[in-house]
């Protein structure tokens, strides 16, 4: 490892410019003759609309124009789609309704877009927007799971009676039911997974541009996945063809998964740019956020877990109702079902295993992937009923993980999921040394005595990260290959443009992905450069989620450079009259082994590119591209560990210590994936403590800002106690795992194990509040 | 936010003359109720008249058993306060708890209780000390002045010049955050005057803004102790309940906050 | 309308806005400096924190005219040339921002955190303090380190000067 080879802990270069004030997000961006749009949203939760005055509105100053629902349907805009088919246990397909960008008719969640009013300034598309009339007729709402599905419930789309979309099952039924008839021990647990909202702090934002003179369209967007936009948009939207469309997503304010999917308002920005002739912006607010941004989780769960006499599982059983909101959002229907029941089995030998997925509509905003997406919901299931079964079986929690580990790999679980390599002791042993687990009954014993709950509480997740095969995800619905393009540029005087279809908004790319280049060829970083987020300028991408850039895009890159290594090494074999195969590159050189000659990087650069003396045949330039479509997920696995004490009078809780024992294979940087690390822990620990959407009866968000939902801020959290221990992913070559999500998919457990081991009492749903702890201790 | 027409008087004469041409005047004084009101277009004042740099507005003084604090002077102002930290600590330490410390920068005395937001401190203080509020018309008991709801006796027009608190035996703050606005969830403040009466006084509990707690009040008049308020009960009937506390929990934050602060006035 | 007269990043500046302009649309729409962020409509999250008068406040919580006469800065304002405040590189080199969002403000807020405590500081005021910057990125874990550090290099600079 170099200095800044893979390995080091290299300050990121993108930094500078976000620390300077110089970073460009969307908003920031000016163009010549630029409007401001402002979206009618409804007030109701299910409604018709039933006119649309805009007489009043369209003559204010400043009004460029006012698009509606009907327009937006006239023009034969695409429906917005779902990129995942999943078939219900009877055979037929997802039950889908359909979901224009701008409602003509049927509005059916508060937030929804009515119409789009287009101003020379911000204010005055506010002004105008109130000026226009819109007037509904309220329909009754189901704002929940419960609500939804009951006897009468109100309907949402006519294709799915019973607001039922699927009713998927995976695993074997007939033996999870056996298993459970010669049970020596049944668990059972009811679990609330609560809805969570992302909350990028960048709100999201959009400008569409239309050149009539070139028929050509530019869409700049919040996206964690700009091709992928332009792909949806061209193929399925018919707002522009693909090779007139560029979408770029430049500095983007963190993600999380909710901007991965193309939504109404970057619909619209584009359509109206052409409408109205002239570029349109449109920037969201907080609240819109809260009610427009893909929500996360939402699941209710019975799950039960059989023993034998051993106190070994042998089988899993699991029902739960997600809620996917009033529209089936870009990659929803795969949350629930392929990212969620396929890891049931955690780090755990679990023989027999049988869930059903219900997937139901309610009108409530889409729900879709948020950090860990499906994987979070299965580790909480499996570690709250772990921990729930050495409670009820008077055996330590840590031991009855141990004895039921996975220690023999690759190993098929019974639901899809063939994990390639773990050590899930190792990670459990970090993380009980790290806590002194061995001293916690006496620390407990000492905080009684001051009057003190104290409690300790442990997760052990499992998650798949860099999902594919692209063959094996399309046999189960996908409607995507999720392989990663890259392009290696080596210019004329050897500096180096990486172009990347992975998208960096806050994970580092810009630093890890020339740490690769800086470990080929021993050139410093300073001499690379990543190229993304511009569909002009790199061919074609998948983008980033699903902690999959470091598995898939690093290793498309890694293919490409290999390329290049090639080709380079024939140049400079040839300009030094040795055989290729005794070229090695070192800092920057390629040497002859066991000479003292060597050739300097940029030489070959330029020799490549003035093509006076290459070898025969060999084409001029070094360029070289690779698509990389990876064999399997990976796994990454860990151990977390938190203890706290909670003040019995107000419920309030305290940390005392969390710490974090992950196994994420090779680590590139380890001071990024710490930070990502910390960052995940952050959104875990605030779904357990504090966060979580609720809607009134009538589909009124309660929690629509920050003054009612609540965020982690710095003095909710801890310090973190973070360890590694580490089996190379033999999946790619560069055996990394991925480290985006684990945080977010491990910690909440933890925590509420903490708390209830410290209250007694096993039954609190998230977020536990300090109302919530205090009602669960005093009834 | 609605176009508006800003104004900054020098004085506050001048203030009330600008307030009586607008139509629909409001004062401003830190902005940070106002100005986010103004944002979601729930306030659309023709005029806002800033007091925030009136002169005569700004300042501290103690002088025997009083401290005086005029309206527009800033939390962080009357936290740094060598002044308040003598004579009623207990108000320095509940402005180090009020908001964030960029709000403190702007947030005033004289805007907070205004407002009279339920879950807002400076109320509570108010009420327990026994304060009077000093407008640019006359005098206000604090019990006078807080009328429920974001509702004070203050006219159309009248602005508030100074609070002036008598100077207590004992005083102490605590509350419970409100985990997401930051607000007080439940805060209690408790008093022990010099001349041995007990007032204690709630916010964010009521469903009718800042309250006296005669039951706490009664037992702490007995015996100045946490341990007094053990085997109080204090009712949940028109307590605030929402997602993030029932009235049962809100009842109880008022005892366990009122025993935390009677130990904190010591 | 009125105009705005007042001092950013040390240069006296004007400009002709509409009086429900807030300090924030002013320095981003009117003077291009698109450092300062906005990220909620509630005063919460601090990503648009600046310096008025050496006091760290939420530009979006200021009207135009309310800053009128005052000294802005802004994150664009802190560095001398090319020599980043020890607040920014103390960011930088303990990886204190992830999407860099929210770090505008934090900075802002940070820098005056350690004017208001100076060398006194610990992890717990830290993150008390940082109260009013919310980020989504980092736990908080690495930017306390970063303010904690740079309270150290603060102090170093300030006695060399």
């Known amino acids: 490892m170099g200095v800044e080879g893979i390995g080091a802990s290299v300050v990121r270069k993108e930094d500078r410019r976000f620390i300077t004030g110089k970073g460009r997000y969307v908003d920031d961006i000016k163009i010549v003759g630029l409007t401001h749009a402002h979206f009618i949203r409804s007030p109701h939760a299910h409604a018709k609309v039933k006119s649309i005055d805009t007489s009043a509105a369209k003559d204010m100053p400043g009004v460029v124009g006012i698009l509606t629902g009907q327009q937006i349907v006239d023009d034969k805009v695409g429906n917005l789609i779902c990129g995942w088919a999943i078939t219900s246990k009877d055979g037929t397909g997802m039950k889908m309704g359909a979901w224009p960008a701008m409602a003509p008719e049927i509005v059916r969640f508060v937030g929804q877009a009515v119409a789009v009013v287009i101003a020379e300034t911000k204010n005055q598309a ?178 039960e877990l059989a023993l034998d006499a051993n106190n070994k599982i042998t089988g899993l059983r699991v029902k739960t109702y997600a809620n996917l909101g009033a529209y089936m959002s870009l990659f929803s229907s795969s949350v629930p079902t392929y990212l969620y029941a396929t890891l049931l089995s955690g780090q755990y030998n679990i023989p027999n295993i049988f869930a059903e997925v219900i997937s139901v509509y309610t ?187 470091a598995a898939v895009g690093l290793t498309a890159i890694l293919k490409a450079m290999e390329k290049v290594e090639a080709k380079a090494k024939k140049i400079a074999a040839h300009a030094l009259e040795a055989s290729e195969s005794d070229i090695v590159i070192e800092n920057g050189e390629f040497k002859v082994t066991g000479t003292d000659k060597s050739i300097a990087l940029p030489i070959v650069a330029l020799a490549a590119y003035t093509a006076h003396n290459l070898p025969d045949g060999m084409e001029p330039g070094l360029k070289e591209g690779a698509f990389y479509d990876p064999t399997n997920f990976t796994f990454p696995a860990g151990a977390y560990i938190c203890e706290l004490e909670v003040d019995a009078a107000t419920g309030k809780t305290s940390f005392i210590n969390f710490v974090a024992a992950d196994d994420f294979g090779r680590l590139i940087n380890p001071m990024i994936v710490e930070g990502q690390v910390h960052g995940g822990l952050a959104q875990g620990i605030g779904q357990a403590l504090l966060e979580g959407a609720a809607y009134d009866s009538s589909g009124q968000l309660l929690t629509a800002s920050f003054m009612d939902y609540a965020m982690p801020r710095a003095d909710d959290l801890p310090s973190f106690k973070l360890n590694h221990t580490t089996t190379l992913c033999p999946g790619n070559p560069l055996g990394v795992k991925g480290c985006g999500e684990a945080g977010a998919i491990g910690a909440s457990a933890a925590v509420i194990n903490a708390i209830t081991d410290a209250i007694g009492n096993n039954k609190l749903e998230m977020p536990a509040t300090p109302d919530r702890v205090w009602h669960a201790i005093h009834g | 936010m609605y176009e508006t027409i800003y104004h900054r008087p020098s004085s506050v004469d001048e203030a009330v003359a600008l307030f009586g041409k607008g139509s629909d005047s409001k004062y401003l004084a830190g902005g940070h109720t106002l100005i986010p009101v103004m944002k979601q277009r729930l306030a659309a004042p023709s005029d806002v008249i800033d007091l925030g740099k009136i002169k005569e507005l700004i300042g501290i003084e103690a002088s025997g058993d009083t401290l005086t604090i005029k309206a527009a002077t800033t939390y962080f102002d009357i936290m740094q306060s060598a002044d308040v930290k003598k004579s009623i600590p207990a108000i320095a330490y509940l402005t180090s708890v009020l908001g964030d410390p960029a709000v403190r920068y702007r947030g005033t005395i004289g805007g907070s209780i205004a407002n ?106 007995a015996n100045w102790s946490a341990a007094a308020l053990d085997s109080v009960k204090v009712s949940d009937s028109g307590m605030l309940a929402d997602i993030h506390g029932s009235a049962a929990y809100r009842a109880n934050l008022v005892k366990v906050m009122a025993q935390r602060a009677v130990t904190a006035a010591g | 309308m009125s105009t705005i007269k007042l001092t950013v990043n040390g240069k006296a500046v004007s400009a002709d806005v509409e009086d429900r302009t807030l300090l924030v649309h002013l320095l981003r729409e009117n003077l291009n400096l698109t450092g300062t962020h906005v990220g909620c409509d509630t005063s919460q999250c601090g990503a648009c924190v600046v310096h008025i008068d050496g006091r760290a406040v939420k530009s979006c919580t200021v009207l135009a005219g309310q800053a009128a006469g005052s000294n802005v800065t802004t994150i664009e304002g802190i560095s001398k040339g090319d020599e980043l405040h020890p607040m920014q590189l103390a960011f930088r080199d303990n990886h204190g921002l992830q999407c860099g969002y929210c770090t505008p403000g934090m900075i802002m807020s940070s820098i005056d955190i350690v004017h208001r405590h100076g060398g006194k500081l610990d992890e717990e005021t830290v993150r008390q303090e940082l109260e009013g910057n919310i980020c989504r990125c980092t736990g908080y874990h690495n930017i306390v380190k970063a303010v904690l550090d740079a309270a150290g290099r603060m102090k170093v600079s300030q006695a060399a000067e």
């Not at chain 1, 298993?179 to 020596?184: D, E, I, L, N």
């Not at chain 1, 009108?363 to 997406?373: E, H, I, M």
């Not at chain 2, 509570?124 to 006359?138: F, P």
């Open chain 1, 126 to 303: 506010k002004d105008a927007a109130e000026a226009v009339v819109v007037n509904y007729e309220e329909f009754p709402a189901a704002a929940d799971i419960r609500a939804a599905i009951k006897q009468g419930a109100p309907q949402l789309h006519p294709e799915a009676p019973g607001n039922v979309i699927y009713d998927w099952t995976i695993g074997d039924e007939a033996a999870t039911e056996a298993a459970f008839k010669a049970a020596a021990n049944v668990v059972s647990l009811d679990i609330t997974n609560n809805r969570l909202v992302p909350n990028a702090m960048e709100p999201r934002a959009a400008i569409g541009e239309y050149n009539e003179a070139e028929e050509h369209f530019t869409l700049y967007t919040t996206s964690q996945n700009p091709h992928v936009a332009r792909l949806v948009l061209s193929a399925f939207y018919n707002i522009a063809p693909e090779h007139k469309l560029r979408v770029v997503a430049p500095d983007v304010g963190g993600g999380f998964g909710s901007k991965i999917f193309i939504y109404p308002e970057e619909m619209v920005a584009l359509w109206a740019s052409k409408k109205v002739g002239r570029p349109v912006k449109w920037t969201g607010d907080r609240t819109e956020a809260f009610l427009t941004d893909a929500h996360g989780r939402d699941h209710l769960t019975n799950a």
């Open chain 1, 363 to 549: 009108n409530t905003t889409p729900v879709d992937a948020y950090r860990g997406a499906g994987r979070p919901e299965a580790s909480f299931v499996v570690e709250r009923l772990l921990e729930t079964a050495a409670r009820q079986l008077k055996v330590d929690p840590a031991e009855l993980r141990r004895k039921n580990f996975i220690t023999q790999f690759p190993h098929q679980t019974p639901v899809i999921m063939a994990y390639d390599i773990g050590d899930f002791g190792a990670s459990l042993d970090s993380a009980m040394k790290a806590i002194d687990y061995a001293g916690f009954p006496a620390r407990k014993a000492k905080a009684k005595s001051e009057g003190k709950l104290r409690g300790i509480g442990l997760s052990c997740y499992i998650e798949a990260c860099g999902i594919a095969p692209s063959k094996a995800v399309g046999s189960l619905g996908a409607g995507v290959g999720l392989w990663e393009s890259a392009e290696v540029r080596v210019n004329p005087v050897g500096t180096i443009e990486i172009l990347t279809g992975s998208h960096s908004h806050g994970q580092g790319h810009e630093t890890t992905f020339c740490q690769l280049v800086a470990e080929r060829l021993g050139v410093p970083i300073s001499q690379v450069q990543i190229v993304h987020g511009d569909t002009d300028k790199v061919q074609f991408g998948m983008g980033t989620y699903g902690s999959r850039s």
């Open chain 2, 116 to 221: 009279n937001d339920p879950a807002a401190d400076f109320p509570a203080a108010l009420v327990s000390l026994g304060a009077t509020v000093k407008t640019n018309k006359r005098s206000i008991t604090a019990d006078d002045f807080f009328k429920g709801l974001f509702t004070t006796a203050l006219e159309d027009g009248e602005i508030i010049t100074q609070v002036s608190f008598p100077v207590p035996a004992k005083a102490g703050y605590e509350k419970m955050r409100h985990p997401a606005s930051r607000f007080a969830l439940t805060g209690v403040f408790v008093t022990k005057t010099k001349a041995g009466d007990v007032r204690v006084a709630a916010t964010g509990a009521s469903q009718n803004g800042v309250m006296r707690v005669p039951v706490i009040e009664t037992a702490l008049k």
